[in-house]
């Protein structure tokens, strides 16, 4: 068949062959749509130029030349020339023969600049979110070093700047040629989304659902904290007003839960305002003998202070500590109100707000909406009762049998509370993260979490003496599933937490590995967006339901990005550095779901690993063995992609 969906979109990839051999340069095509990396489907066209011809036409010369006819969604990503197309016994094209284009490690021979001024605003915006120096017109966003958690920061800034796309669109375009194209043809008619009233009744969401049954005891202090060092000179009634645009723009933050009585049921709602002096308070830590202290004994209080059926469940603290002492700045959210890429949005939207209050220009207004968690929501549970996600159910009942081989403990049955929780971190050298991220994509032809699974996987196999183990994958949920949503802009909390089982093969070499690993990923629907919502949507005699039952996973992995201060140099705004101050987010005698958590992140250049545990059931020395082997497999990885 011809005609193709990306990203619910319709390629037709007849057409596309069509156009290019209309260049006189060009004998033969073929167009094929290739998933060479779990997740990222591709337009890849094949071209045989002719005999005669000069030389071979290059991407760059293609790709304008298909651009008079085409639309951006349907200009191939990658171009291989051929001598001659592969054919079958029919004599037919035989696509499954057609090579893999060629690693480029993510940049054009040629840097092509920006042209135009949309192309200039993706090439900054590219350049920040990447950490890279340049970004060429032509230069692959996934190969760069991209991933789509990183997408949705280039969408949610694109959309600042007053450009008009969806995340769909940097898996489509993948080039900044590609999505300025787009982006200006849509310029003047896209509606933007979410323009109604936030206020009102949330309907379930399969991570709160969660939530509150992992949570039963203290409900109320499951938090999410970030820190910072401020500008000399922050205006606190201008950062007062930047709260209130806030407040203002992101609906989830005005959300409270109620439990209802009988039932016990927790049911959410948004208020329709809230007033910056119920989240921001500011504190003189002027006269304090110990600022840390006073500050993380604020802190502490903010975390365990929420209150779910009243709220706000956002807080703002700010601290004056003189005038030769830069101010501090704490911002705290229950968890069912943001999630890791929420931060990124606050943040900037932050900063944002802030100068513009500061400069006084004007009423600092909120920006473009995006679509709400109601919207979202709403679309989800009408997908669960339509039976959009029943093909799903065998492959999740499949990974739920795998998860019921309990995990080694050093001592069973010892308690496993938040008053027992500690845990252990190492960190990649700045060298090896920069190969992990930006080299090993390309030369293992796959992705960043895919590599960080295998080297779990091969870490959990030396230590459980079994082949596979499953684990419970957080993945960000902002999944592209309905083309009415845009979730780049919005906060919320949106995990999809899901199980997967890791297996490692008999052979040891990393290609075999990461091979493994990423074929079995590659078959997890929707990036396990459908697990959650049939767990908790499903109607309650639904057969569904039943993946409520068995022990599930007894590990989780967190894979959070690239969380550095990204927006243009760090010090050059409202925010200057982060504050190692981080209080206590979580109550203290609430059982944890799972025994271990691995947590990743990339800040300042380097990739952290965390291994969270109760010390009561495991031993130091054995969760040390394993996070200093996993980074020690992740060393391996990297090196691996290292020239020489």
Known sequence: DDQVKIRGLRIELGEIEATLTRHPAVRQAAVTVREDRPGVRRIVAYVVPEPGAAAAPDAETLRAFAGTSLPAYMLPAAFVTLAGLPVNASGKTDRRALPAPGDEGGRTAAHVAPRTETERVLCRIWAEVLGVDRVGVHDSFFALGG?????????????????????????????????????????????????????GPLPPVPVAEWFFATHPEAPAHFDMTMSFTLAPGTDPAALRLAVGALLARHG?????????????????????????????????????????????????????????????????????????????????????????????????????????????????????????????????????????????????????????????????????????????????????????????????????????????????????GRPRTAVALESHGREDLFDTVDLSGTVGWFTAIHPVVLAAPAATDWPTTVRAVKRHLRTVPDHGVGYGALRHLSAPDSPARALLDGPGPQLSFNYLGRFDLAAGTPGSGLIHAELDIAGRDFALGETRPHLIDVAAVVQHGRLTTTWSYSHAQYDAPTITRLSTAYTRALEEIATSCLPG
């Not at 700047?161 to 310029?187: I, N, S």
């Not at 779910?308 to 469940?313: E, I």
């Open 147 to 199: 991933d789509s958690i990183l997408s949705i920061q280039v969408v949610s800034r694109a959309r600042r700047a007053g450009l008009h796309m969806y995340t769909r669109d940097v898996f489509v375009g993948q080039t900044v040629a590609g999505l300025a194209a787009e982006a200006d043809a849509a310029r003047a008619a896209d509606t933007p989304a979410g323009e109604e009233s936030e206020a």
């Open 252 to 464: 989830m933050l005005r959300a409270v839960y109620a439990q209802e009585p009988g039932t016990g049921r927790w049911t959410g709602r948004v208020l329709a305002e809230l007033s910056p002096e119920a989240v921001l308070t500011v504190h003189d830590l002027t006269t304090a003998p110990d600022q840390e202290a006073a500050w993380e004994a604020l802190l502490t209080d903010a975390q365990s202070g929420f209150r779910l059926d009243s709220g706000p469940l956002f807080r703002v603290l700010y601290g004056e500590r003189g005038a030769s002492s830069q101010p501090w700045l704490s911002l705290v959210a229950h968890h069912l109100v943001v999630d890791g890429v929420s931060w990124r949005i606050l943040l900037d939207d932050l900063e944002a707000a802030y100068a513009q209050a500061a400069s006084g220009s004007g009423p600092v207004a909120p920006r473009e909406r995006t679509s709400s968690v109601r919207q979202w929501a709403e679309l989800l549970a009408r997908h669960v009762a339509e039976g959009g996600f029943d093909d799903q159910l065998d492959h999740w009942r499949e990974a739920n049998e795998a998860a019921s081989d309990p995990l080694p403990v050093d001592h069973p049955g010892a308690p496993n509370t938040g008053a027992e929780l500690t845990g252990t971190a190492t960190t990649l050298s700045a060298e090896h993260t920069h190969a992990l991220l930006n080299l090993a994509p390309g030369h293992y032809r796959t992705q960043i979490n895919d590599l960080l699974l295998a080297a779990l996987a091969r870490v959990l196999a030396d230590w459980t």
